[in-house]
Every structure is written in C-alpha cells, then in structure tokens.
C-alpha cells in the first residue's frame, strides 16, 4: 500500500474551513520522496473564514501563500481528487489526521466530489510521534513553516525517523 503525506493550509480551525493551499507527496517507509508531488494554492471561494485565523496569518512575517494562487478553488478540488484518485491503495498521512483529513473531506464535498481516501486509511502522525516519545521536530535552516509543500516534508522526515526508532 502506497503512503502518502498531506498538509493544508487553513483560515479557520473548524471541519468546514475555507482551504487556500495543499500539498501531497507519495513516500516509502525510508522517507524517499516520490514524484511528482501535489501543491497546489487557491483563493478559497467556500468554507467558514474565523477572524482570528486571518489575523493570525497576517501576523505571520512570511507572506501567505495565499498571494501565489494559480488556481481556483473549483480547479483546485478537481485536482486533489484526481491525484488521491489515481492511487487507489494509499494511505492518507498527516498531521493530525483529525484536522486536515476531515478539513479536505469538507472541501472536496463543497466542490462535488467524495474523498478518495476511506476514513480507515487515514494515518496520523502525532500518534506515531507519541508512541516514539519523539519531541516536537526542530525547523531545519531553510524551512518555510506552514507553507503545506515545506511542512509535508517535514512530517515526512519525522515519521520515517520515528519509525527507526519503533522498530529498535
């Protein structure tokens, strides 16, 4: 079964929230990466927007990827169901699984389209974190924190560090 990270980038913390970048990258349990990877940034047209999210992205001194929009949200979805689509035996990782699962979940549904990926293969990567007693990763010099493509490939290192150190 293939292993596949996600990120997604938000403005509101809730199950419905607006979406304005995703990044999916196929790895193998060593953490090579395997190409071509999904990134994609929108203006999000659908989805709860929570004040306090937007004032939050704008206190951030990196520009939002918001600006580096290259498709709308309709194209966007499309897109995103058609990647996860075209790998039927996948597993779905992230971080939490319980936020940006559920979050793209909603998004597709909004645009018409079902997740590709069951409920059950939904992985999350705190979980493996906690079972390893792994503390919270250090950014790497020249990591872009919460730009989605940057964050999956974070995760990506971390679960398969985790892993080495579950199968001491």
Not at 110 to 137: C, H, I, K, Q, S
Request: aromatic share 8%; proline share 6%; with cysteine.
């Amino acid at each position: 079964m293939m292993d596949i990270m996600l990120d997604i980038e938000t403005l509101s913390t809730k199950p419905n929230a607006a979406v304005f970048e995703i990044a999916m990258v196929v790895f193998d349990k060593h953490g090579a990466l395997a190409d071509p990877h999904f990134h994609v940034g929108f203006k999000p047209t659908t989805g709860h927007i929570c004040p306090e999210t937007v004032a939050w992205w704008l206190s951030r001194a990196k520009v939002c990827s918001l600006q580096h929009s290259v498709a709308t949200e309709a194209q966007a979805a499309k897109m995103v169901h058609d990647f996860l689509a075209s790998k039927p035996k996948h597993r779905l990782w992230a971080m939490p699984a319980s936020f940006d699962c559920i979050i793209l979940e909603q998004f597709l549904e909004r645009n018409g389209y079902d997740m590709p990926t069951g409920f059950r293969n939904w992985r999350d990567l705190r979980t493996v974190r906690e079972l390893a007693n792994w503390p919270d990763p250090a950014v790497a010099p020249g990591h872009i924190g919460h730009n989605a493509l940057h964050d999956v490939r974070r995760q990506i290192n971390t679960l398969t560090a985790c892993w080495e150190r579950l199968a001491k």
